[in-house]
């Protein structure tokens, strides 16, 4: 046996870094382990962060200066809609924020962004083995865990009093204790690329050609990230330092097949054809070779993710769905609240009640997040009108709740999962009340053959959403939004199509 540490941390990138480097701070005396698998990082997803995770980089983590320096400075998020591929370009449905973002975002290159953080982990006091990979796991509880580590030649054994998984969707422990669920009712999938020679949103040739549309948004578009919208799918355009893009795409197998190609490039490539948006915003782009992933079975989650003598991080605990960027928002909760229960264990408290809780509270957010956010989404998403009352709602919802949450007092607010609580629960009752008439009333629209035929020819941008006042009336314009779509509904034919796969696709609009 090599040596004994307080905590031995699986995976050294975004929820490993920050849970070791803040638990290091938290006790300086700690003695912390961090076994990263790889060299060096490589580029990966989870880079549109929101302003929880923002919040959680710059107030928590202190690094503004940092990524001021090093990252790009996300201007907010915009939706393109389209009747049919045919649209004209000027006339697609656009929703996103008039004006430059007043809280803080940025778009960032992970492989930096993580390296950085683990640094600053290593710099604190924290040990690093890496490349190293875990040969043996003996989970024996509190002060009796064994890992068995082959790190560069060596192969070494560690007893740690806590192990913390952050190792993402290698979910280590998780998948040790049997603890992995897929989520079958949110059946997607996704294919992403790294593309180079996107044309600028902001530039000349853009707005020589459509000047109305230039000069209809007042913020530069092409910081943002970019969503385009259909039914069953959606996709992301992500600037990135330097002048790449990340390109992906997310659908629901239930709804959507992408096309196929030799490769995701291709795929992609393909798909965006059929968009007006992406045909002209991707007509010179191409793949970076090598930099092309797909995942399949996204979402997934652990039924605990505290017990005795471990704690999960990040995608190690599950994870749900990408619209909306939540990802890190889930690693910065699950990191702050897993060192903060470790560091009250470590300094002697008995925590086993509040284990319990914290599972409870954890299983009780994940389940809320779904139905109040992501349950038949995708279904509405390709819909302008339906989509802008959710837009409206969800992310003025967003920011009268967990943003304003954080940014109230960032040192402890991390440590409670949105929707904890009396007023969380009535709050996930009313978001899943609304996003299930949403799904609904799109299902009545498919049957009429109506979706999607207000796609054209308007826009909602928006002044910006803050964690006060400004929110709340943005919250009432979604819920007239809400209201006009359900009052529509009234008149159309009483048809609806099957709640279950397979739709019929023939049903879109022509
Ligand atoms: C399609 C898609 C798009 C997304 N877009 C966004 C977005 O725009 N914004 C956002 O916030 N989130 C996004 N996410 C989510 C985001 O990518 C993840 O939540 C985030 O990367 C998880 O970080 P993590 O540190 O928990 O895990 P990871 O980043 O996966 O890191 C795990 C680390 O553990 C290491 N490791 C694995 N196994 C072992 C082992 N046995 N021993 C030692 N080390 C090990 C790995 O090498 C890796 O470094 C997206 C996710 C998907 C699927």
Redesign the pocket.
């Known amino acids: 046996m090599d040596s004994f540490y307080d905590a031995v941390i699986?995976?050294?990138?975004?929820?490993?870094a920050s849970a070791a480097l803040l638990l290091k701070r938290r006790r300086p005396s700690s003695r912390i382990l961090i076994?990263?698998?790889?060299a060096e990082?490589d580029r990966?997803?989870?880079?549109?962060?929101?302003e929880v995770?923002s919040c959680f980089l710059t107030k928590v983590l202190g690094i503004s200066t940092w990524l001021g320096h090093h990252q790009l400075a996300k201007q907010g998020l915009r939706m393109w809609f389209a009747r049919t591929p045919a649209e004209e370009f000027p006339d697609c449905v656009e929703m996103g924020a008039r004006y430059n973002s007043r809280l803080s975002g940025f778009q960032v290159d992970?492989a930096t962004l993580?390296e950085h953080i683990l640094a600053l982990a290593v710099e604190a006091g924290c040990e690093l083995w890496r490349p190293?990979?875990?040969t043996a796991l003996e989970l024996g509880g509190v002060g009796r865990n064994v890992l068995t580590v082959q790190h560069a030649d060596e192969r070494r054994a560690v007893r740690a009093q806590w192990v913390i998984d952050?190792?993402?969707?290698?979910a280590?422990v998780a998948r040790k204790l049997d603890l992995l669920q897929p989520m079958t009712e949110l059946p997607t999938n996704?294919l992403?690329a790294r593309f180079t020679g996107v044309r600028d949103w902001d530039g000349h040739a853009l707005r020589a050609k459509f000047p109305g549309w230039a000069n209809a948004a007042t913020t530069s578009r092409s910081w943002a990230?970019n969503h385009l919208m259909g039914l069953g799918w959606w996709t992301?355009i992500?600037p990135l330092k330097g002048g790449d893009y990340s390109i992906?795409l997310?659908y629901d197998t239930r709804l959507f097949t992408p096309p196929a190609g030799a490769t995701i490039g291709e795929r992609l490539c393909a798909h965006f054809q059929n968009h007006p948006v992406g045909r002209e915003l991707l007509a010179d782009a191409r793949p970076v070779a090598g930099d092309q992933r797909a995942?399949s079975a996204?979402p997934y989650v652990s039924d605990r993710v505290m017990g005795d003598g471990w704690a999960l991080?990040?995608?190690?605990a599950g994870?749900l769905d990408?619209l909306y960027?939540?990802?890190?928002?889930?690693?910065a909760f699950t990191a702050h609240g897993a060192q903060s229960m470790i560091a009250r264990a470590l300094d002697g408290e008995d925590i086993s009640a509040c284990v319990e809780k914290y599972n409870a509270r954890f299983t009780f957010c994940y389940r809320a997040w779904f139905d109040a956010i992501y349950r038949d989404k995708y279904f509405y998403m390709g819909d302008a009108e339906l989509m802008a009352a959710a837009f409206l709602l969800d992310i003025a919802l967003y920011h009268l709740g967990p943003v304003r949450q954080v940014y109230s007092d960032p040192a402890t607010q991390f440590d409670f999962f949105p929707f904890d609580g009396r007023p969380g629960r009535v709050v996930a009752a009313f978001m899943a009340f609304y996003n299930r008439r949403l799904a609904a009333l799109a299902r009545r629209k498919i049957a009429a053959r109506i979706y999607g035929t207000r796609n054209a020819h308007w826009r909602l941008l928006v002044g910006g959403f803050l964690p006060g006042g400004t929110s709340g009336k943005l919250l009432l314009r979604g819920l007239v939004r809400w209201a006009i779509a359900e009052w529509r509904n009234l008149f159309l034919p009483w048809a609806t199509v099957p709640q279950a796969a397979p739709l019929d696709i023939s049903v879109r609009p022509a």
């Open positions: 699986i995976g050294g990138a975004f929820s490993g076994i990263e698998k790889v990082f990966k997803v989870g880079e549109s962060t929101t995770s992970r993580d190293a990979k875990i952050a190792s993402g969707r290698a280590v996704a992403w990230t992301w992500i992906g997310v995942f996204l991080a990040g995608d190690a994870f990408p960027s939540p990802g890190l928002d889930f690693c």
